[in-house]
């Protein structure tokens, strides 16, 4: 089955054709796993951190 690697913005496994916020997180919810819905917030968590810590570092280094 294919995946998308998008964390924010991509169509979601249940509907294809329109783009869906937090994909991955709408396609756990939608299965009923909480463990899988824990993981996939646990991952957008993570990405979203790391663009932020990103950010923050372009701002400080004009300053």
């Known amino acids: 089955e294919f995946y998308l690697r998008?964390?924010?913005?991509?169509?979601?496994?249940i509907n294809k054709y329109a783009a869906d916020g937090f994909?991955?997180?709408s396609d756990a919810i939608v299965?009923?796993?909480?463990?899988?819905?824990?993981y996939q917030v646990a991952i957008a968590t993570y990405f979203?951190?790391?663009?932020?810590?990103?950010?923050?570092?372009?701002?400080?280094?004009?300053?």
């Open 48 to 63: 979203i951190r790391g663009a932020l810590s990103t950010l923050k570092e372009f701002n400080n280094f004009f300053s």
């Open 6 to 13: 998008h964390i924010i913005y991509a169509p979601a496994k």
């Open 31 to 38: 299965s009923g796993n909480s463990t899988e819905i824990e």
């Open 23 to 25: 994909p991955a997180i």
